[in-house]
């Protein structure tokens, strides 16, 4: 058999450290390579065959995964808070050769990767997100402004178009510059709601995730942006070896510190997916009024004394539900409980 090589890559913005090794952990080169595709082709013509590589999760590391998976015998993403290690000194060389040794001895935390085209439908899904707190962001200046020129309003109605328009007509106390302003702001509320309705209409119509997002929505209070989440940002529900891990994944309970015979539970963790979270919490929240069963759940966990970790409670049931739907591949059935007397 021939040996193998192994890479460690230290990725960054403009440059990629890199430190290659044998399995009995002879240094066969290391330095730097400028991040750019032209340069990482020139530089895998000098590597020795076959190699493997590893490289830290980053917001670059996706092309790279990309550029250079066709070429390695395996390529391999670690997790970047498991491998920290407190050292004195520290720089991208050293890193190298960390993440070298860690994928020779088969210590890598190695982490999921998805496919490129869930990571590339994911970002539209991310992008979407974007624009919804961009329209947030724009009615709530719309109010703003007319409060701070002492304007009255109907805050219910304020952002339907007849009434909006109705009211820069006919109210005195909004003058030409004020009414231009407004209508600036109006105008860029409806091309980001056009925008993106676009988006969520391009996602549900993939062939890619068509199926799957309609055995989703067969789920009580998981609707089109709820489903989408879930598929794009959990991928193959199947990486998920238990409920657990995916609730664990989802951000949905907090973290454990242990020592001896101390025990100590902490708040909802920030090591999670954030996307899955608001999404996941935001569906819980309305679920008591679509599902009988989640609302028999949460009054069970509210009758506690704690509302939000009814709403918690609701949002770890939900996930139980995708998890079921994704594994099954079949829609949602709730499953008919009988009650048997003994005789």
């Known amino acids: 058999m021939e040996p193998m090589y192994y890479i460690g890559l230290d990725v960054h913005k403009r440059t990629i450290s890199y430190c290659v090794k044998d399995g009995s952990g002879t240094i066969h080169g290391e330095g730097s390579v400028p991040a750019t595709r032209f340069d990482l082709d020139r530089w895998m013509k000098t590597l020795p065959q076959p190699w493997t590589a590893a490289m830290e999760a980053t917001v670059f590391s996706g092309w790279i995964y990309d550029h250079l998976q066709p070429h390695a015998a395996a390529l391999k993403v670690a997790h970047p808070l498991m491998l920290r290690a407190a050292a004195k000194k520290k720089n991208d060389r050293i890193d190298a050769k960390k993440i070298c040794d860690c994928l020779r001895c088969d210590f890598l935390p190695e982490c999921y990767m998805a496919s490129m085209a869930i990571r590339e439908r994911r970002r539209t899904l991310r992008y979407r997100t974007l624009l919804v707190r961009q329209m947030v962001q724009m009615t709530n200046k719309i109010s703003g402004v007319l409060m701070e020129a002492g304007v009255s309003y109907n805050k219910q109605r304020l952002h339907k178009a007849g009434y909006f328009r109705e009211l820069l007509a006919t109210n005195p106390d909004i003058n030409e510059e004020l009414c231009s302003l407004l209508r600036l702001c109006r105008e860029t509320v409806v091309g980001l709601q056009k925008t993106e309705r676009a988006l969520v209409r391009s996602l549900e119509r993939d062939s890619l995730l068509m199926d799957r997002v ?103 049931k939900l996930v139980a539900y995708l998890m079921a739907v994704d594994r099954a591949q079949r829609k949602f059935q709730v499953a008919e409980t009988s009650n048997c007397i003994a005789a």
């Open 214 to 316: 309609e055995r989703l929505m067969t789920i009580p209070a998981v609707g089109p942006i709820t489903a989408l989440t879930w598929a794009l940002e959990a991928g193959d529900a199947k990486r998920f070896s238990s409920i657990k891990k995916a609730i664990s994944y989802c951000g949905l309970c907090g973290t454990e510190k242990s020592s001896g015979t101390t025990v100590q539970r902490t708040p909802l963790s920030k090591q999670r997916n954030k996307h899955l979270q608001t999404a996941l919490i935001e569906a819980a929240k309305m679920a008591p009024r679509n599902s009988p069963e989640l609302a028999m759940l949460y009054d069970r966990e509210k009758q506690k004394g704690n509302a939000n970790r009814a709403t918690l409670a609701v949002a770890r």
